[in-house]
C-alpha cells in the first residue's frame, strides 16, 4: 500500500482528476474499477471519485509496486531529479512577472522567447516558469513527479505580452475552461501601416497552410475556411502609422495580423503578411526584426484585469524618435 499526501497545489480538485495526474499511465474506467474495488480510498473511507480535495488529504493505493510504478511512469525517477536540477538553475532574468497569485501567474513576454518548447533541447518561457516557481520554493521536486505546472495560453515567438500559467491544478484548469469557453477577453495591440479612424468590427473566413506556415482570409466563406471575427479600434495616428487597441474574438492562427494585411492595413515589421520594403527601412533605422504585436491585456469575467506595459519600440516608431 502506498499514500499520496494531497499538497496545497491539488486541493480543490476531484479525485478521479488527481489520480489521473498521479498515473497517466492508467485509464479512468481503470482507476473507477479500483474505486469500487476498494483499491484507492480516501481518508481511510469508501470513496467514488467526484470527492473536492483538501490540502493534507490521504489517498490510500492498494497496488504491486510493479503496479504502481507502471501506471505512475516512475520507472526512472532519476530522470525527473536531473530534469528537476536543470530546471532549477536556469537564468530567469527575462521572465518578468507582472501578477501573481496563490493559483496563476502572468508574464510580459519578450520578442524572441518562445511560449512552449519546440524542439528538445529548446528553453522556452514555459521552463522559465518551472524554474522560477522552484527557485521561489513554490515548487518541490516531490510536488513536480506528479503535477507539473503549466503555461495555458500560447504566443507566437514574434508577439511580445501577456502569457498565462497555472502555479496549481486548479489555476491550470480554470485558466484552460476559461479559454476553452472564451469567458476571458483579450486585447492586443498594434502598430500598422495606413490610417483607421473609426472602430470597426469585422468578419472573415481563414484558412492555413501547413506547408508555409501562412494563413489565407477571403471576405466569403470558401471550402474549409473556419470563420474569424475581430475587432479594431484606433487609439492614435500620425498620419502614416495606426496604433490599435484589438479585441479578439476569435483565436485563429495569425489572424490579427493576416486579417489586417488583408484589409489593407499591414503590421509592421510582419516579413509574413506585411510590406517587405517598409520593413526593410524600418529594421534599419530601428533594428526591428518582428511585427509589431502585443498582448496588451486580459479581462476576466470577475472585473479582474491584467495589462502588460507596451514596448517603447511602438512610441519610437510612431513619434519618429
Not at 500598422?192 to 494563413?215: F, P, Q, R, S
Not at 499591414?266 to 526584426?289: A, S, T, V
Amino acid at each position: 500500500m502506498k499514500e499520496i499526501k494531497i499538497s496545497k497545489n491539488e486541493e480543490n480538485t476531484t479525485l478521479i482528476k488527481v489520480l489521473i495526474k498521479h498515473f497517466p499511465n492508467a485509464t479512468s474506467s481503470f482507476l473507477y474499477k479500483m474505486i469500487r474495488k476498494k483499491n484507492i480510498v480516501l481518508n481511510g473511507k469508501k470513496c467514488d471519485g467526484k470527492e473536492h480535495l483538501a490540502a493534507g488529504d490521504t489517498i490510500s493505493v492498494f497496488f504491486s509496486d510493479d503496479t504502481f510504478n507502471k501506471f505512475s511512469g516512475n520507472t526512472d525517477s532519476g530522470s525527473v531529479d536531473r530534469e528537476f536540477d536543470i530546471l532549477s538553475k536556469l537564468d530567469t532574468n527575462e521572465f518578468e512577472v507582472i501578477y501573481e497569485d496563490e493559483d496563476i501567474l502572468a508574464i510580459n513576454k519578450p520578442v524572441g522567447m518562445l511560449s512552449q518548447k519546440a524542439e528538445k533541447n529548446d528553453i522556452s518561457a514555459n521552463e522559465l516558469f518551472l524554474s522560477y516557481m522552484i527557485k521561489n520554493k513554490l515548487l518541490t521536486l516531490e510536488e513536480y513527479k506528479v503535477f507539473k505546472p503549466s503555461v495555458a495560453n500560447r504566443l507566437d515567438r514574434n508577439t511580445s505580452g501577456l502569457l498565462l500559467f497555472g502555479k496549481t491544478m486548479k489555476g491550470l484548469h480554470y485558466l484552460s475552461d476559461a479559454l476553452k469557453e472564451r469567458s476571458i477577453d483579450k486585447y492586443y495591440v498594434c502598430l500598422c501601416e495606413g490610417v483607421i479612424k473609426d472602430k470597426i468590427k469585422t468578419e472573415a473566413y481563414l484558412i492555413k497552410d501547413e506547408k508555409t506556415n501562412k494563413v489565407i482570409v477571403k471576405d466569403s466563406y470558401f471550402k474549409g475556411a473556419k470563420s474569424i471575427i475581430t475587432e479594431y479600434e484606433p487609439l492614435s495616428d500620425n498620419g502614416k502609422y495606426t496604433r490599435l487597441r484589438v479585441h479578439l474574438i476569435t483565436g485563429k492562427s495569425h489572424q490579427i495580423r493576416a486579417h489586417l494585411a488583408f484589409l489593407g492595413y499591414p503590421l509592421l515589421g510582419d516579413e509574413k503578411y506585411g510590406n517587405h520594403k517598409l520593413n526593410k527601412e524600418l529594421k534599419i533605422r530601428y533594428d526591428i526584426n518582428s511585427q509589431l504585436l502585443h498582448a496588451y491585456e486580459i479581462d476576466f469575467k470577475n472585473g479582474n484585469k491584467i495589462i502588460a506595459p507596451i514596448p517603447q519600440i511602438f512610441y519610437k516608431i510612431e513619434f519618429g524618435v
